[in-house]
Every structure is written in C-alpha cells, then in structure tokens.
C-alpha cells in the first residue's frame, strides 16, 4: 500500500489527520462481486459521490491515492480559513478606534498559536471525511493508484474490482508555472503553506487570483511583509473591476505591496537562502529579496497514473472531457469535480456529485450547464459572484440592466463602520429576471445566496423587495 500523506509538523493534531485520512498499515478490503458504482477520488465530488449513492443502496468502491477529503480539508478550504480568521481577529483589534474603543496594550501576534489552532481544527473536522466514516456507510475504501483496465475494471495495486459505472473524481493541484529561475529556487504551494510553523518576515506570492490575495491579506494581516505580484492584467482579473478597486484599496491600506511585471519575472536565490524577484518590464522593474515564496497561479487535472487511454476517456490540460450530463468520451465512466469543472469550488464540486448520482445510477438527465454557482473570495471586503456579469453579458450578446446599492448609503453598514462596497444586481433588459449579482462586503458570501436561490427558483427581483425583512 502506498505509504501516508507528509504533514509537517508531526504533532498530536497532525497524526490524528492522518489517522483518520490515511491510516497505517490498513489493509485493503477484498471484492466481493459486482460494484455499481466505483468512484475514483475521495475529495469532495468523490466523497459525496460514494456516500450518496451508498445511502441509496448502491454497491460502492472509493479509491485514494493520497489522502481523503482532498483538498479542501487538508490544504485548501478548511486550513486557509482557519489562518483568515485570526487574521481579521487580528485587523479587528487594530481598528477599533474609530469606533471610539481603544486598547492600553498592542495586540501580539503568536503565527505559531495561530497555526496550532488551524491544525487542531483540522484534526477534529477530518472525522468527516475519514476512512472509518465511510466504511460505516457501506463504501469500501481502498487506498492506493486506481488505474482503469477495460471499461468495466480497475485496479488498486494488485486487486482488480469490476464496477457497471465509474466516476473519476481525482481533482486537481498546483502547477509550477513557467517563471524563468522557478525550478531553481525553493517555494511554497497550498499543499506546504499550511506546514509553517514560524511567520515568513518577507513573503511574496505569485499569482493574485483568489488564494493570492486571500493569503496576502491574512500574512499582511498577521504580520509578514507581502508583496503579491500580478500578470498585468491586475488582482482578480475576472472579478467586477468596481469590485476589484475597493479590494485593492484595502489590500494596500493593510500593507500588501502589489507589483506588476508578472510576465517579465525572474527568480532566483542566494547563498543565504534569500529569494529575489527581479522584473525588467518598463515601468515595472524591481529586484526584491524575499524568505518565502508561496506560487498560487497554475492548476493541473490529476490525470496522471490513470490509464485513461486504455478506456477511451479523453482529457487535456484543462481536466477530464465531459458532456453536459457528466459523461466522459466513455459512456460508462463519469466525471465530478475540479478533474473536469471550470468552477474549482468545494460547493461546486458537491453538486456536481449529486447530479452524477442520478445520472450514473437513476439514468437521470442533469444538466452541468443547469447549475446555478455562486462563489466568493474570504478576503476583507469579501467579492460574491453568480451569473452573468456586464462583460459575460455583452460576450453572449445579452441585453441586461443593472442597479446598484452601495453600502455607503444603508445604515446598518454604516453604523457597524463598513461602507465599503456594494451590492449590484443585473436583470434581463425589459424584465425582473435575475441574470446575474455581485457583491461586495463583509459577508458577501453569505449574502449571495439569497440571490442565488432566486436565480434557482425563478424568482424576480421584484419579489425580492416584496420580501419582508428584518
């Protein structure tokens, strides 16, 4: 069997996680018969996928080749949020002077507390998704490299099981981007931040997407000096330009410097250990000496290692070729999740997983284009999107209107002291119909799903302000 994930630091908090998502010297369960449905990938889209389809009756298999929860628990969702929160504690007690509240004594950062806290978290949520979990729902777990061996088997190590349908739900993972002196140079991705145990003093981040600027906030907010270096095109390229300046305001005001020259960067390091961003573009040339280094730009499909030629399942760089019904090119094998999603979201995936479902196993016909998603980026004002915005809009040749509220001018956003940002929601031209909403504010992605579920359900805006609220 393939040997455990590596957490870094082997404490208490570490060596429950991998208790529960990678146990040691577990050994395989052995076939016995016929799966109906065998899902390869224990992040979310394989997680729910196995334990939906087992809830109803089906006969499941889920494979893991590295860790379950994938991601989201273990290097991204639940482990960035935990750092973002103490991160705005810490903003917080710095800005409580303007509402008339002043402390005696400057609040102290302790990074490796905070980081203690995080783990901990981490541990006591993996249950969840754990190994023993699923096993009580009915699904047995193998560990180790699934590889498909016709369109009807696949093997774990030496084991072959025999399935009537397959999901592939192996999601995806950073991807070294191509910066001239990066393969030189020592840096962090989202699978080794979270293993910090001590504050960069210099941190820099590549990318300024949103792990970029979500990361560059919190160590700003925690105490590193950050420098986010962007392409050219600016931080959150695809985001609401209006949305996009409120959140750079505020990334300056917290400290983060924001360079361009992104596609003119060289790396390199020193013999101290130092690692120096150098740009020669025309009006962007810099050399800065930085400790750390975290990429956030680039993602690769985990396609590697499945055989998928074998079976007929066509991939590209960008994932997993799937229809609008979360067919593969085989129309036995289905696919959920980042392996195949341009919408790289925990929710995203969880609800594509219930769709394959009723497909693979009720020969449902949901539709992947039907799919109403909202996201949201955790940085401080938060950004909420779903549906279209103005330049979507104009792309498919869609006549909209759009109304905008900013929170400078609703009293509760001002008497809590947070002006700024907005909410703006765009409806089909001539009509209420909600095309698409973005939001700005501090708990946007909360907000957000107000707008979604009308968006879901059919309902106008004009409903909308028909509902009473408190």
Not at 306 to 330: A, C, H, M, P, R
């Amino acid at each position: 069997m393939k040997s455990a994930p590596h957490f870094q630091p082997e404490d208490e908090f570490n060596k429950k996680l991998i208790a529960d998502v990678f146990p040691e010297n577990r050994q395989n369960p052995t076939p016995s018969g016929k799966y109906n449905l065998v899902v390869i990938g224990a992040g979310t889209a394989g997680l729910v996928t196995a334990a939906g389809a087992a809830g109803l009756g089906a006969k499941v298999a889920l494979i893991e080749r590295q860790f379950m929860g994938g991601d989201c628990l273990n290097v991204g969702c639940v482990p960035s949020k935990a750092i973002i929160s103490a991160a705005r504690a810490a903003a917080a007690t710095r800005n409580t002077d303007k509402l008339g509240v002043s402390h005696s004594t400057k609040a102290e950062i302790d990074f490796g507390k905070v980081m203690e806290r995080m783990r901990q978290l981490r541990s006591e949520i993996s249950p969840n998704d754990s190994v023993e979990r699923f096993e009580a729902l009915g699904v047995d777990v193998y560990l180790g490299q699934g590889r498909f061996t016709s369109s009807s088997t696949v093997t774990v190590d030496d084991t072959e099981l025999e399935f009537s349908k397959a999901v592939i739900c192996t999601g995806a993972r950073a991807a070294a981007p191509p910066i001239k002196g990066l393969e030189d140079v020592s840096y962090l991705t989202n699978e080794s931040l979270f293993s910090l145990t001590e504050l960069p003093k210099r941190l820099a981040i590549v990318g300024a997407g949103p792990i970029g600027c979500e990361m560059a906030q919190a160590f700003a907010r925690l105490g590193s000096e950050v420098y986010l270096v962007e392409s050219g095109s600016g931080i959150m390229a695809k985001e609401d330009p209006d949305a996009v300046s409120i959140l750079e305001k505020q990334l300056r005001c917290d400290g983060v410097h924001i360079l361009g020259g992104g596609k003119d960067l060289q790396l390199a390091q020193d013999d101290t250990g130092e690692i120096h961003l150098i740009s020669h573009a025309a009006t962007k040339e810099y050399n800065i000496a930085v400790d750390q280094l975290l990429i956030a730009v680039g993602r690769a499909p985990n396609v590697e290692g499945l055989d998928l030629e074998k079976v007929g399942v066509q991939y590209s760089n960008k994932g997993v070729v799937i229809n609008d019904n979360f067919q593969t090119t085989n129309k036995k094998i289905y696919a959920a999740g980042d392996i195949c999603s341009p919408y790289q979201f925990t929710h995203a995936a969880d609800f594509m997983a219930r769709s394959v479902i009723r497909n693979a196993l009720f020969f449902g016909r949901a539709k992947h284009s039907a799919l109403v998603i909202p996201w949201c980026t955790y940085t401080s004002p938060e950004i909420a999107q779903v549906g279209l915005n103005p330049a979507e809009a104009k792309r498919k040749n869609i006549a909209i209107n759009s109304f905008t509220q900013s929170m400078a001018d609703v009293d509760r956003a001002r008497l809590e002291g947070e002006t700024e940002g907005f909410v703006r929601v765009h409806v089909k031209k001539g009509t209420d119909k909600i095309g698409g909403a973005t939001i700005v504010a501090n708990n946007a992605g909360d907000m957000i799903g107000s707008l979604s579920i009308a968006m879901t359900q059919g309902i106008g805006l004009g409903s909308i302000a028909n509902c009473i609220r408190p």
